[in-house]
């Protein structure tokens, strides 16, 4: 519905579920579009542009994964993909990533929630991510404590400023 001021998606239904080898062409366009517009407020359209180019294709992550515990936990709003986490059977924390149109209405912290939980079920003890800085607060708000800064490392030997984040997951 077009309001005067932005566009505004009608959320109708979100439904949860764990994601599938057919869905990485439709988490890959996820990942990028999320990127491009929220990760901007703290990194130059260069950097952007860099990490988008950097980005491995889901399909590749859940082909490796298959063996190793890798799952990845996704929202869909009537059939079509708006968000997912993903995490390694070792507790690390890949992907978090939401649509823009469809961020600030808590779809990410349903994600993460969900991939939290299933990791605990698995027996991991704790869930480490190194974070894009305009996600410090979003981590922060669900109990992740800030370990220090990182780098990510991209192609042709350049970088990009990170944080590193970790939850301990303990039982209740
Ligand atoms: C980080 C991200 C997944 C959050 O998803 P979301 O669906 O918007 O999160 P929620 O709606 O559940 O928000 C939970 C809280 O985080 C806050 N928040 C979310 N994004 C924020 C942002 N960019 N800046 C500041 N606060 C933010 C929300 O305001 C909310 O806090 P509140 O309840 O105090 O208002 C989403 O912003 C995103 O995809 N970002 C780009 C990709 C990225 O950087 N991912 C992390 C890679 S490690």
Sequence with gaps: MWNGLCFEIEVVDISFRFGVQDDAPQLDRVQSL???GLCKSHYTN???RALTQHIKPYHTWIAQGMFSGFFVFLAENNGD???FSSISGKGILHGMYVLPEYSQ???GSKLLSGVESTAKQRGTEYI???ASLNSQYFYEKHGYQYLGSASLPLRQGTTIKA?????ILTCP
């Design 34 to 36: 999320s990127i491009v």
């Design 46 to 48: 260069e950097e952007i």
């Design 81 to 83: 993909i708006v968000g």
């Design 105 to 107: 209405r808590g779809i």
């Design 128 to 130: 480490s991510v190194t």
């Design 163 to 167: 944080i590193s984040m970790q939850k």
